[in-house]
Nanobody, 127 residues
Framework: DVQLQASGGGLVQAGGSLRLSCAAS????????ICWVRQAPGKEREAVAC????????WYLASVKGRFTITSDNAKKTVYLQMNSLKPEDTAVYYC????????????????????WGQGTLVTVSS
């Protein structure tokens, strides 16, 4: 069974930083993409950052570019999201999701159909 374990959320003041981790286990393919997807109260889910396992290419939501960095440690099968200069509007539950049909790079994150999800971790940014 594939499992994604998300961790690292918490309460931080505006301007602060947090690092989220998504540890994957049970993956039997080497080519996939993992994204961090967030959902704020009353809003739809939105992908904020994605990374390809094959070439480490990345994609970011425009509003987080320059503030968030997604990286991966393929040996540990763990994806990280470093979030700096956090804003109150970043408050949300953050999920990591894996799309196993993505190969040869990052492709089209807007078309991803996630096969597996982590349990979500709450990020709260106070003003």
């Amino acid at each position: 069974d594939v499992q994604l374990q998300a961790s690292g959320g918490g309460l931080v003041q505006a301007g602060g930083s947090l690092r989220l981790s998504c540890a994957a286990s049970g993956l039997t393919v080497d080519d996939y993409a993992i994204c961090w997807v967030r959902q704020a109260p009353g809003k739809e889910r939105e992908a904020v950052a994605c990374i390809s396992s094959s070439d480490a290419s990345t994609w970011y939501l425009a509003s987080v570019k320059g503030r968030f960095t997604i990286t991966s440690d393929n040996a540990k099968k763990t994806v990280y999201l470093q979030m700096n200069s956090l804003k109150p509007e970043d408050t949300a539950v953050y999920y990591c999701g894996a799309d196993l049909r993505v190969n040869n790079g990052i492709g089209r994150p807007d078309l991803y159909e996630y096969d597996y999800w982590g349990q979500g971790t709450l990020v709260t940014v106070s003003s």
